[in-house]
C-alpha cells in the first residue's frame, strides 16, 4: 500500500476537517499528488492538485475553502477544508504520479481511474445541513 488516507467525519455544515495521506517515499517523489472525491452515482472529480515546485490547482467549487499542503519530512500530503457545504459530501481519495495534463486541470476525459497510478482507498466526508 503506498498511500493511505485519514481524517474523514461527519461534520455540520460550515465545519471544517483536515484530511491526510501518508506516501512512502517512492510515490512521494512523484511530479503530482492531489485529492480527488467521488459522490455515490456521480463520476470521479479533481479537488485539489500540487506538484513538485508546490504549484497548486483548485477546482472552482473549492477555491478560498479548501488548501492543499505537503510536509516533505513525513511523506504525507493534507487537504485542510474549511465552510464545508452539504455538497462537498463524498468519499475523498488521495491520488499521487498524476498525470501533467490533469494535474494542471483536475479533469480529463475517460475513466478518472486512469489519471493517476496510485491511489489510496479513501476517506468519507459527510456534511450535513
Known amino acids: 500500500v503506498h498511500l493511505v488516507e485519514s481524517g474523514g467525519g461527519s461534520v455540520q455544515a460550515g465545519g471544517s476537517l483536515r484530511l491526510s495521506c501518508a506516501a512512502s517515499?517512492?510515490?512521494?517523489?512523484?511530479?503530482?499528488m492531489g485529492w480527488f472525491r467521488q459522490a455515490p452515482g456521480k463520476k470521479r472529480e479533481g479537488v485539489a492538485s500540487?506538484?513538485?515546485?508546490?504549484?497548486?490547482t483548485y477546482v472552482d467549487s473549492v477555491k478560498g475553502r479548501f488548501t492543499i499542503s505537503k510536509d516533505n519530512a513525513k511523506n504525507t500530503l493534507y487537504l485542510q477544508m474549511n465552510n464545508l457545504k452539504p455538497e462537498d459530501t463524498a468519499m475523498y481519495y488521495c491520488?499521487?504520479?498524476?498525470?501533467?495534463?490533469?494535474?494542471?486541470?483536475?479533469?480529463?476525459?475517460?475513466?478518472?481511474?486512469?489519471?493517476?497510478?496510485?491511489w489510496g482507498q479513501g476517506t468519507q466526508v459527510t456534511v450535513s445541513s
Open positions: 500540487i506538484n513538485s515546485d508546490d504549484t497548486t
Open positions: 517515499a517512492y510515490t512521494y517523489s512523484t511530479y503530482c
Open positions: 491520488a499521487a504520479d498524476i498525470s501533467p495534463y490533469i494535474c494542471s486541470r483536475l479533469r480529463g476525459v475517460g475513466d478518472a481511474m486512469g489519471w493517476a497510478a496510485s
